[in-house]
C-alpha cells in the first residue's frame, strides 16, 4: 500500500478557490486509482471525487460536479482536488484514499489506505 500526505486545505471565503494535493509514496503509484472523501462535523465521511490510474475517468458527487475537479500527475505521484465556488457547506476534513486497480469507486470500503486529512474551512 501507498502512503498518503495530504495538504493545501486552509480558510477561504465562500466563492473562493483552493487546491488540495496528495503526495504518494512508492514507485507503483500509477497502478492505483485515487478517491478523495470528506466528513464534516457529525456527519460521516462521504465521496468527493476519484480517478482511474490514468486519469482518464473521473467521478464526482454530484454536491461538487462542475465546482469540483480531480486530476493527477503519476510523475510526480501527486493527485489533486481544485475546488472552486466553495460554498459554506463544502467546510470539513477532505482525505485523499487509494485502491489498488485501475478504475475509481464512490465506496469508502473499496478503498485500502488514506491520508490523515487536511482541513478546509469556508466562510460565508
Known amino acids: 500500500q501507498v502512503q498518503l500526505v495530504e495538504s493545501g486545505g486552509g480558510l477561504v471565503q465562500a466563492g473562493g478557490s483552493l487546491r488540495l494535493s496528495c503526495a504518494a509514496s512508492g514507485r507503483t503509484f500509477s497502478m492505483y486509482a485515487m478517491g478523495w472523501f470528506r466528513q464534516a462535523p457529525g456527519k460521516e465521511r462521504e465521496f468527493v471525487a476519484a480517478?482511474?490510474?490514468?486519469?482518464?475517468?473521473?467521478h464526482y458527487a454530484d454536491s461538487v460536479k462542475g465546482r469540483f475537479t480531480i486530476s493527477r500527475d503519476n510523475a510526480k505521484n501527486t493527485v489533486y482536488l481544485q475546488m472552486n465556488s466553495l460554498k459554506p457547506e463544502d467546510t470539513a476534513v477532505y482525505y485523499c484514499?487509494?485502491?489498488?486497480?485501475?478504475?475509481?469507486?464512490?465506496?469508502?470500503?473499496?478503498?485500502?489506505?488514506w491520508g490523515q486529512g487536511t482541513q478546509v474551512t469556508v466562510s460565508s
Open positions: 484514499a487509494s485502491r489498488r486497480t485501475l478504475l475509481g469507486s464512490t465506496r469508502e470500503s473499496d478503498f485500502g489506505s
Open positions: 480517478i482511474s490510474w490514468s486519469g482518464g475517468n473521473t
